[in-house]
Each structure stands twice: as structure tokens, then as C-alpha cells.
Nanobody, 121 residues
Framework: QVQLVESGGGLVQPGGSLRLSCAAS????????MGWFRQAPGKEREGVSC????????YYADSVKGRFTISRDNAKNTVYLQMNSLKPEDTAVYYC??????????????WGQGTQVTVSS
């Protein structure tokens, strides 16, 4: 069974940092592009970041560029999202997703359960 499990969410003050982790089981991440998405209550899910499996190229939504960094450790079968300079508008449930492709194409077939990130003073 393919599983993705997010962790690392929590409550943080504006300007603070969190690192989210997404651990995969049932498959290896080596040949999957991996993405992070988020969804706030009453809003549609939006793409946050993606990292390719081919050369590690990364992509970011304009709203998080310069603040978030996606990375992958294939040896640990884990993908990360380092979030710095967090803002209240970053509050959402964050999901990781896997796409069996060399590059991020937007066709993610496997999703984690999500982890809550709350940015508040």
C-alpha cells in the first residue's frame, strides 16, 4: 500500500519557522516528483511547491518564494518543506503528494493525510 505521512506541523508565531516532513512507504521516492499543497478552511487547495525526480529542480508558488524551501532525501525516502518567515496567511492544512514522473506535471496520484500549520500570535 502506498502511503505518505506528513509531520512537523504545529502552532508558531508570525516570523517563526517550521519544517514539515513527508515520509513515504510502499514505494520509493526516487522516481517521483513530489509536491506540497495547502488548504485553508473555505478555500480551495493550492499548490505550494514541487521538486522533480530527474534533477531536483524546484518550483514555488509566488506567495512562498524566498521563504519556503523544498528538498528531498531519497536515502530516507522523505521530502521536506522548510518554512521560514511564516505569516498568518500561511495557516492551512499542508499535504504532500507524489507524481510518478521525472518532472512536476501536476498529475499527483498519491496524497498524505495532511498536517496542520497555524501561524498566530
Amino acid at each position: 500500500q502506498v502511503q505518505l505521512v506528513e509531520s512537523g506541523g504545529g502552532l508558531v508565531q508570525p516570523g517563526g519557522s517550521l519544517r514539515l516532513s513527508c515520509a513515504a512507504s510502499g514505494f520509493t521516492l526516487d522516481y517521483y516528483a513530489m509536491g506540497w499543497f495547502r488548504q485553508a478552511p473555505g478555500k480551495e487547495r493550492e499548490g505550494v511547491s514541487c521538486i522533480s525526480s530527474s534533477d531536483g529542480s524546484t518550483y514555488y508558488a509566488d506567495s512562498v518564494k524566498g521563504r519556503f524551501t523544498i528538498s528531498r532525501d531519497n536515502a530516507k525516502n522523505t521530502v521536506y518543506l522548510q518554512m521560514n518567515s511564516l505569516k498568518p496567511e500561511d495557516t492551512a492544512v499542508y499535504y504532500c503528494a507524489a507524481e510518478k514522473a521525472a518532472w512536476c506535471q501536476g498529475d499527483f496520484g498519491s496524497w498524505g493525510q495532511g498536517t496542520q500549520v497555524t501561524v498566530s500570535s
